[in-house]
């Protein structure tokens, strides 16, 4: 179950790094969660699992550096592709930034991931892995049910909307 948490851990961190991000840019869309309930960015919970677990495979900073790198660019081009050809509708386009491949992933983002994956190894892993280990055996099942319900529940809703103002229930309609 460790997974799981650090799944939901890392998907809630790349929420509040992804509305960090929105308020220091002054994005107009502030809001940058990606489920129905939960606030969470599962492309950041993927994107950090499969760091976690290419971490090991090598040696020292420049592995994971490059292999962090290339997992995280390779989660968003996943996830991105499943939003847009699945779902039918796009959380992020980088169209406007120079290399970007199809909007879904750009150079300039695949450096912060790789910076981002040396925090992630040597500095926020250890603690997070630490923090993990305390959680109750028995909170497992009804924390992967309740993810799962708002994963399918919010999948359906952006594929029946086309759009990712469905999970936006709580603003008030202008």
């Not at 491949?101 to 983002?109: A, D, E, Q, S, T």
């Not at 399918?152 to 086309?162: D, K, N, P, Q």
Request: positive net charge; charged residues 10%.
């Amino acid at each position: 179950m460790r997974w799981l948490w650090y799944f939901i851990i890392y998907s809630f961190a790349g929420f509040l790094l992804e509305v960090a991000f929105a308020r220091a840019i002054r994005h107009p869309k502030r809001d940058r969660k990606c489920l129905l309930l939960l606030p969470l960015c599962p492309v950041y919970g993927l994107g950090a699992c499969l760091i976690l677990w290419l971490a090991p495979m090598g040696s020292g900073p420049l592995w994971v550096a490059l292999a962090g790198g290339l997992a995280a660019t390779g989660a968003e081009l996943i996830m991105g592709a499943f939003y847009r050809f699945a779902l039918g509708v796009e959380f992020w386009d980088y169209s406007g930034m120079p290399g970007s491949l199809g909007g879904l992933v750009c150079p300039v983002f695949s450096l912060c991931w790789t910076a981002l994956s040396l925090l992630l190894v040597y500095a926020v892993h250890p603690l997070t892995a630490a923090l993990t280990a305390l959680i109750p055996a028995w909170l497992g099942p009804p924390a992967l049910i309740v993810l799962g319900a708002d994963v399918l529940v919010s999948c359906v809703a952006l594929r029946r909307t086309g759009s990712t103002e469905v999970l936006r229930w709580y603003a008030p309609e202008k």
